[in-house]
Nanobody
Framework: QVQLVESGGGLVQAGGSLRLSCVAS????????MGWYRQAPGNQRELVAV???????NYGDSVKGRFTISRDNAKNTVYLQMNSLKPEDTAVYYC?????????WGQGTQVTVSS
């Protein structure tokens, strides 16, 4: 059974930083792409960042230069370091895994950035 558990969300002032973590179980973690998405109220879920099994990564335009995705295969964990946070970064952040031809999602963690 694939399970993704996010943590690290919270309330932060604009300009601050947060680090999100997502621990995966039930998959061969090192072989899979992992990603972070976010969804603000009234908006569609959007890509924040993705990291591939070889370590290459891609970012959504709105977070380039501010967010960094990384992975620790020994801990089955993917991270999202978020710096220079803006109020428009406020959203529920979801972890995603691609595995065995299917997609899996975590339950989400709330990030709120106050102005």
């Amino acid at each position: 059974q694939v399970q993704l558990v996010e943590s690290g969300g919270g309330l932060v002032q604009a300009g601050g930083s947060l680090r999100l973590s997502c621990v995966a179980s039930g998959i061969i973690f090192s072989r899979n792409a992992m990603g972070w998405y976010r969804q603000a109220p009234g908006n569609q879920r959007e890509l924040v960042a993705v990291i591939f099994s070889g370590g290459a990564s891609n970012y959504g335009d709105s977070v380039k230069g501010r967010f960094t995705i990384s992975r620790d295969n020994a801990k089955n964990t993917v991270y999202l370091q978020m710096n220079s946070l803006k109020p428009e970064d406020t959203a529920v952040y979801y972890c995603k895994a691609w595995y065995g031809g299917r997609e899996y999602w975590g339950q989400g963690t709330q990030v709120t950035v106050s102005s």
